[in-house]
């Protein structure tokens, strides 16, 4: 493993991890990324590309708007770091291979939907369309054309499950439970792993979202939280580990044998 690609890929992660911010941002609020110069949210002022060095200006000028002085949400720090991080695990766990490409599109969806969802509850629809249609492009050249109609069928597969529990949730609750870009999120999950993985994602999402949304409830009243980057995080976790449908049966009757 060369350590100047390791380096290489965690300075690209943070340039991107940049990016994904302001498309996550810009997009959550409608407008358009390619259009229009950055600017600080409070004082509209323009921002110069010393302004905008990924971590480092963050670093530099205390999370503090060079201009007006207001607080910076550290949210587009935290999003550079990590897509550095995963960029950088992505080339270590995959190498050169069609994997790599299916993990840094996975880190990189995840990146630009956290901020949508964090920020505005949205996830946009033309990001979830976009990375469908680079999803099955790479499968396509990954599985071939049999393999890659089957990860389409888990993909709706999974939609429809999701779907379903949306409607559970709205019959139990009384009111919207799940938002409609979290079950077309399990639509492009589908397009990578299983049904039965992608089961296993919303299964262990619930489960890492559950006492988050206990202790934010307990200090902040908070009642909503975006269910997207739980999600997605599960996603990257059972992508990342290599796990199997098998592995997952076998830990489970290795379990039922104990009890
Ligand atoms: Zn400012």
Redesign the pocket.
């Known amino acids: 493993m060369d350590s100047l690609y390791l380096i290489l890929f965690f300075l690209f992660g943070l340039c991107f991890g940049s990016f994904f911010c302001v498309v996550g941002t810009r997009l959550g609020r409608d407008e358009s990324f390619l259009k229009g110069r950055s600017h600080?949210?409070?004082?509209?002022?323009p921002l110069f590309w010393y302004d905008m060095i990924p971590l480092i200006s963050f670093l530099l000028q205390k999370g503090k708007?060079?201009?007006?002085?207001?607080s910076i949400f550290p949210l587009s720090f935290f999003i550079e770091l990590f897509t550095g991080l995963l960029f950088m695990i992505s080339y270590y766990s995959f190498g050169f291979s069609s994997s790599l490409l299916i993990a840094l599109l996975a880190v990189s969806l995840t990146m630009i939907v956290i901020t949508s969802d964090l920020l505005y509850f949205i996830i946009p629809d033309e990001v979830l369309l976009f990375f469908s249609i680079c999803f099955l492009i790479v499968q396509f050249f990954r599985l071939g054309p049999v393999d890659t109609l089957l990860q389409l069928g888990s993909g709706l597969l999974l939609f429809l499950v999701m779907y379903g529990l949306l409607c559970l949730g709205n019959l139990l609750f009384k009111k919207e439970s799940l938002g409609g870009g979290d079950v077309k999120l399990l639509f492009v999950i589908g397009l990578v792993l299983n049904p039965f993985l992608g089961l296993i994602s919303i299964f262990l999402a619930s489960f890492i979202a559950l006492p988050i949304s206990l202790v934010l409830y307990y200090f902040k009243r908070e009642k909503m939280i975006p269910f997207g980057p739980f999600l997605l995080l599960s996603f990257l976790l059972l992508f990342f580990s290599k796990i199997t449908t098998e592995d997952i049966v076998q830990f489970i009757l290795s379990i039922s044998f104990k009890l």
């Open positions: 600080c949210d409070i004082c509209n002022h708007c060079r201009y007006c002085k207001a």
